[in-house]
C-alpha cells in the first residue's frame, strides 16, 4: 500500500471518529428552497452560503438532497404525467375572465368564492329539472291514458249501438 | 436550458389554464427527472409518475401558494423545481420506508439487537472545524469525491479546498492527540473540557 493510500485511509477513520460528535454540536435548521436554489445557481451571498454549507454537513439527507439536485439534465415526461398534471388546473380560463381595476381585484376572492358555492347549486338545480322533466312526463303519460280509455270507452258504446241486434232478434 | 417562464409567471398565477398546460409540458421533463433522480436507485422508479404529479399538485395548490414564493432574481426555475422534485422524492422515500412493513410481521430474530458495547464517546468542541471544512472531510471521504469535483461542488478553488482538507485534518489529528495525552496521564485529572467522557 502507497504511502498517500495509507495516509487517505488514516484519514478517513479521523473523520468518521470525528464527524458524528461534530454534528451534536448543533442542528441546523433547514434553509428554504429558494435558497438551496441559489446556492447550486452560485447566487447566494457569503452568509447564505455559510447556513446551507452547515445544514449539508450537518445532515446526510440535507447533502443528499443538495447531490442530487445540482445537475438538471431533464428526461422524457410521459404524456400521461403532462396529461394528468395539465387537468389539476381546469374550468374556464380565470386569466381571460376577470376584469382590471382595484376595485375588481379587491372583490376577486370573493367572486372565487361564490363561483366555488354556486357550483353545488347548480348541480342541484340539473337534477331538480330532471325530476320535474320526469314527474311531468309521467303526469303525461298518465292523462294520455285516462284520455284513451275515455275515447276507447265512447266508440265502445257508439259500435255497440251501431251492430246490427243479436241473431235471435234476427231470427224471430 | 432557458427559463422561458422566468421572466413571467403572470398569466400562470392569474389562473390561466393555458399558461399552466404551457408550464406543465416545458417542466414536467425537469421534474420528472428530479424525482427519478431519487427514486431510481431506491428502486422505486415505478413511483416517479405518481411523485410528480404530486409535485404539481403541491405547486398549483392554494391558488399557487408554492409558485408564488418563486423569486426569478435568487434562483434559476429550472433549479428550483429540481430542489422541489428532489425534496418531494425524499418525502416519499421516508413516507415509503415508515409504512412499509408493519412491525408484527418481522421475524423476531431480526429484531434482536445484540448486547450494547461500552460506548466511546467523543465530544469535538464546535469551534475545532468550520461548517465548510467538515463538509470538506465529508465530501472527500464519505462521498469519495475528487478535489475538483468537491471546490465545483462548493463554487471554490480546487486549491481552496485542499487547504482547508489540510487544515482540518491538522486540527483533528491535533485534537485526537491531546485527548491521548490527557487519557495517559490520569493523576492530571482534568481533561480541560474536552476528549473522552
Not at chain 1, 447566487?43 to 449539508?56: I, K, N, Q, T, Y
Not at chain 1, 395539465?86 to 370573493?110: E, I, N, S, Y
Not at chain 1, 325530476?131 to 309521467?138: I, K
Amino acid at each position: 500500500m502507497s504511502r498517500e493510500n495509507k495516509e487517505n485511509q488514516e484519514a478517513a477513520a479521523l473523520w468518521v471518529t470525528a464527524r458524528e460528535a461534530w454534528r451534536q454540536n448543533g442542528g441546523e435548521s433547514a434553509p428554504d428552497a429558494l435558497s438551496l436554489a441559489a446556492y447550486l445557481d452560485g447566487r447566494l451571498d457569503p452568509d447564505g452560503r455559510a447556513e446551507v454549507e452547515a445544514w449539508m454537513a450537518a445532515s446526510d439527507e440535507a447533502l443528499d438532497l443538495m447531490l442530487a439536485a445540482r445537475t438538471t439534465a431533464a428526461e422524457a415526461a410521459p404524456a400521461a404525467l403532462v396529461a394528468r398534471a395539465q387537468g389539476l388546473v381546469g374550468g374556464a380560463d380565470r386569466g381571460t375572465r376577470r376584469v382590471g381595476g382595484p376595485v375588481a381585484r379587491l372583490f376577486a376572492p370573493l367572486g372565487d368564492w361564490f363561483a366555488g358555492a354556486l357550483q353545488p347549486a347548480g348541480w342541484a338545480a340539473s337534477a331538480a329539472a330532471v325530476l320535474l322533466l320526469a314527474t311531468g312526463a309521467f303526469e303525461l303519460g298518465r292523462f294520455g291514458t285516462q284520455e284513451i280509455a275515455a275515447v276507447e270507452s265512447l266508440l265502445g258504446q257508439e259500435i255497440a249501438a251501431s251492430l246490427p241486434q243479436t241473431t235471435d232478434d234476427l231470427l224471430l | 436550458m432557458s427559463d422561458d417562464f422566468d421572466d413571467d409567471l403572470g398569466p400562470l398565477l392569474a389562473g390561466s389554464k393555458a399558461a399552466w398546460s404551457r408550464f406543465v409540458a416545458r417542466y414536467a421533463p425537469v421534474i420528472f427527472a428530479g424525482v427519478r433522480r431519487k427514486l431510481v436507485p431506491a428502486g422505486r422508479a415505478d413511483d416517479a409518475e405518481d411523485v410528480a404529479q404530486d409535485v404539481f399538485l403541491r405547486l398549483c395548490r392554494r391558488d399557487f401558494h408554492l409558485l408564488r414564493g418563486y423569486d426569478p432574481a435568487r434562483a434559476r426555475l429550472t433549479t428550483w423545481l429540481t430542489i422541489i422534485a428532489t425534496s418531494t422524492a425524499i418525502d416519499h422515500l421516508r413516507r415509503q420506508k415508515a409504512g412499509s412493513q408493519p412491525l408484527d410481521s418481522v421475524p423476531e430474530a431480526l429484531l434482536a439487537v445484540d448486547p450494547p458495547k461500552e460506548p466511546i464517546k467523543v465530544v469535538i468542541p464546535p469551534d475545532l472545524l468550520s461548517p465548510r471544512q467538515a463538509l470538506v472531510l465529508e465530501l472527500l471521504y464519505r462521498r469519495e469525491m475528487e478535489v475538483s469535483e468537491a471546490a465545483e461542488f462548493l463554487g471554490i478553488e480546487a486549491q481552496t479546498v485542499r487547504s482547508m482538507h489540510h487544515k482540518a485534518l491538522t486540527r483533528l489529528r491535533a485534537h485526537f492527540a491531546a485527548e491521548k495525552s490527557s487519557d495517559s496521564a490520569p493523576a492530571a485529572g482534568d481533561d480541560g473540557g474536552h476528549g473522552r467522557v
